[in-house]
């Protein structure tokens, strides 16, 4: 399995996915700056009227809800109608799901036009599902991935969804299975935006990998690995963004299978 993810590591790299990424403002450097590390290409864009060209030329598409406004919230339904027109696959993270009603009257919405996965924290996952009343910390989640993995399940069985619960162990929620990944290093949580540019890494791997249970996987692995590895060389929180951006973008095969950890 460690051969086959770094395969996918791969693709990525070769194929160079082109992304589009209605994220929030706040991490859209970040995220960038992510998918160009891993062999991808961003795009930033959310005017109405290039949304149905820009799902044209993209191979897939992220929709991330952290700073809402009705004329972003616009843009991601057309782009969202867009892709499913044009079958591309596309990512939503329900960033501070359960924060508001408005955020979730969104969420419900976006819900309705199924998303090809979902990735979140385990207070987010939960929201979503609404299967407590758990609450959102922000955005950091007040719950373990372990917590929230029947959640996942229903969403997976409710809209067809693979849904990615991150957290001290990572868990990937296909049809077929629960696969849980044991990587990273905490100081990642110190920096904004480790989430969302996980889920525009998803996206670029479930743009080129067939399979999209490996492709989360592998998506999801190398996000970790990359930090924990990173965080050896790293002094806080500033100096682990510069060496995270390295490691994604020169990590070994040799590296990553030393380090990857997939749970039985």
């Known amino acids: 399995m460690k051969e086959l993810l770094f395969k996918n590591i791969t693709s990525v790299r070769e194929q160079a996915p082109l992304v589009q990424n209605i994220t929030n403002y706040v991490v859209m450097n970040n995220t960038a700056n992510a998918l160009l590390a891993v062999g991808a290409s961003p795009i930033m864009a959310h005017a109405h009227p290039e949304m149905q060209s820009m799902q044209a030329i993209c191979q897939a598409l992220v929709i991330n809800i952290g700073t809402l406004d009705e004329?972003?919230?616009?843009?991601?339904?057309?782009?969202?109608?867009?892709?499913?027109?044009?079958?591309?696959?596309?990512?939503?993270?329900?960033?501070?799901?359960?924060?508001?009603?408005?955020?979730?009257?969104?969420?419900?919405?976006?819900?309705?036009?199924?998303?090809?996965?979902?990735?979140?924290?385990?207070?987010?996952?939960?929201?979503?599902?609404?299967?407590?009343?758990?609450?959102?910390?922000?955005?950091?989640?007040?719950?373990?991935s372990l917590e929230a993995i029947e959640a996942a399940q229903f969403l997976n069985k409710e809209y067809g969804a693979l849904v990615v619960i991150s957290g001290a162990v990572d868990i990937v929620v296909s049809e077929e299975s629960v696969d849980q990944l044991k990587n990273g290093d905490a100081l990642m949580t110190k920096i904004t935006g480790m989430g969302c540019s996980a889920t525009a890494i998803l996206a670029a791997f479930i743009a080129v990998i067939p399979n999209k249970k490996e492709a989360a996987l592998a998506a999801t692995s190398l996000m970790a690995v990359a930090g924990e590895l990173a965080a050896k060389s790293s002094q806080g929180p500033g100096s682990l963004q510069m060496h995270l951006l390295d490691k994604l973008h020169s990590i070994t095969k040799e590296e990553y299978i030393n380090t990857v950890k997939i749970l039985d």
């Open 71 to 144: 004329y972003w919230v616009e843009s991601m339904i057309l782009a969202v109608a867009a892709a499913n027109q044009n079958n591309k696959p596309w990512i939503l993270d329900p960033v501070g799901a359960g924060a508001t009603a408005y955020r979730d009257e969104v969420l419900s919405e976006l819900l309705a036009l199924k998303p090809t996965a979902i990735r979140g924290n385990a207070s987010e996952i939960l929201a979503l599902a609404k299967h407590n009343t758990t609450a959102t910390k922000g955005v950091d989640s007040t719950s373990s």
